[in-house]
Nanobody
Framework: QVQLVESGGGLVQTGGSLSLSCAASGRTFSSYVMGWFRQAPGKQRELVADITTGGSTIYASSVRGRFTISRDNAKNTVYLQMNGLKPEDTAVYYC????????????WGQGTQVTVSS
C-alpha cells in the first residue's frame, strides 16, 4: 500500500513557475514508477510526465521543455518543476504510482490545484 500526498500548487501568472512535490509512504518507493497527471475542467485526465525506477522520463508534448520530473528515493518524494506556465496548464495535478510490471497506475494522491492567470 502506498499513500501519496501532493503539495505546492497555487496561483501564478503566465510565464511563472511552480514546483510540485509528492511525498509517498512506505519503504518500497524506489520500486515504483511515478507519474504526474492533470485534469482540467471538462477534460479527461492526462499524463504530464513519468519517471521510472531507473530515472528515465517521458513527457507530454505539451509540456516538454518546460516541465521537469525528478525523484529522490531517499526522501520518498517525486517532484514536478513547472516553468513557463501557460493558462492551458491550469488543472488539478495528481501524483500516481504503479509497480514496474503494471500498466495502470494503482495509487493516487488527492490532487493539488494549479491555476495560471493570463
Amino acid at each position: 500500500q502506498v499513500q501519496l500526498v501532493e503539495s505546492g500548487g497555487g496561483l501564478v501568472q503566465t510565464g511563472g513557475s511552480l514546483s510540485l512535490s509528492c511525498a509517498a509512504s512506505g519503504r518500497t518507493f524506489s520500486s515504483y514508477v511515478m507519474g504526474w497527471f492533470r485534469q482540467a475542467p471538462g477534460k479527461q485526465r492526462e499524463l504530464v510526465a513519468d519517471i521510472t525506477t531507473g530515472g528515465s522520463t517521458i513527457y507530454a508534448s505539451s509540456v516538454r521543455g518546460r516541465f521537469t520530473i525528478s525523484r529522490d528515493n531517499a526522501k520518498n518524494t517525486v517532484y514536478l518543476q513547472m516553468n513557463g506556465l501557460k493558462p492551458e496548464d491550469t488543472a488539478v495535478y495528481y501524483c500516481a504510482a504503479r509497480a514496474i510490471l503494471d500498466s495502470n497506475y494503482k495509487y493516487w494522491g488527492q490532487g493539488t490545484q494549479v491555476t495560471v492567470s493570463s
